[in-house]
Antibody, heavy 121, light 107 residues
Framework: QVQLQESGPGLVKPSQTLSLTCTVS??????????WSWIRQPAGKGLEYIGR???????DYNPSLKSRVTISMDTSKNLFFLNLTSVSAADTAVYYC?????????????WGQGTMVTVSS | EMVMTQSPATLSASPGERATLSCRAS??????LAWYQQRPGQAPRLLIY???VRATGVPARFSGSESGTEFTLTISSLQSEDFAVYYC?????????FGQGTKLEIK
């Protein structure tokens, strides 16, 4: 059973780059036909889809963040990553990594526990 | 961007009662809609996908339905662990978007 775990700095300064890692266990990141995603949630608010990475390496980014977002993977370490540049207080949120059902069923079946990131000087 | 509108924002109900949560899409979704449950301090949990298919391990008291661009999550008999926030999400058009959530609280 696949499990996901987010990690990274809990505090990032404004204008700097937020970098998070999602560690995948229980399955290889290149097995099957899955999208590996990042979603965020500001405190007390709803969910926002940041972007996703296909097993092949193709990516989709939310247009609202596209100029600042990069999602990538390290297949040798079974990790995928989120980089968000030029952060501001508006980027303060809990960040989740997730995997869909696979085989082009895009509902998010498996989630990490989330990691809180605060943008502050 | 497709807008998902959930109603009501808050629903008060008692254990054992039936709860009906609604989600409206601004465009057709071809059934590409999911429902998630989020308890405080936890990640969302997938309940329903493709509008009406229960995810693995989800109790049968949870059901989903659709009528055009209107989607419904029904909980047939509320248990104490069901009081949480529920989100719908469309995955028919990129960027995939979530509704603003319905908080199901104990009356």
């Amino acid at each position: 059973q696949v499990q996901l775990q987010e990690s990274g700095p809990g505090l990032v300064k404004p204008s700097q780059t937020l970098s998070l890692t999602c560690t995948v266990s229980g399955d290889s990141i290149i097995n099957g036909y899955y999208y590996w995603s990042w979603i965020r949630q500001p405190a007390g608010k709803g969910l926002e889809y940041i972007g996703r990475l296909y097993t092949s390496g193709n990516t989709d980014y939310n247009p609202s963040l596209k100029s600042r977002v990069t999602i990538s993977m390290d297949t040798s370490k079974n990790l995928f990553f989120l980089n968000l540049t030029s952060v501001s207080a508006a980027d303060t949120a809990v960040y989740y990594c997730a995997r869909d059902y696979g085989d082009y069923e895009f509902a998010l079946k498996t989630w990490g526990q989330g990691t809180m990131v605060t943008v502050s000087s | 961007e497709m807008v998902m509108t959930q109603s009501p924002a808050t629903l008060s109900a008692s254990p054992g009662e039936r709860a009906t949560l609604s989600c409206r899409a601004s465009q057709s979704l071809s059934s590409n809609l999911a429902w998630y449950q989020q308890r405080p301090g936890q990640a969302p949990r997938l309940l329903i996908y493709f509008a009406s298919v229960r995810a693995t391990g989800v109790p049968a008291r949870f059901s989903g339905s659709e009528s055009g661009t209107e989607f419904t999550l029904t909980i047939s008999s509320l248990q104490s662990e069901d009081f949480a926030v529920y989100y719908c999400q469309q995955y028919n058009n990129w960027p995939f978007t979530f509704g603003q959530g319905t908080k199901l609280e104990i009356k």
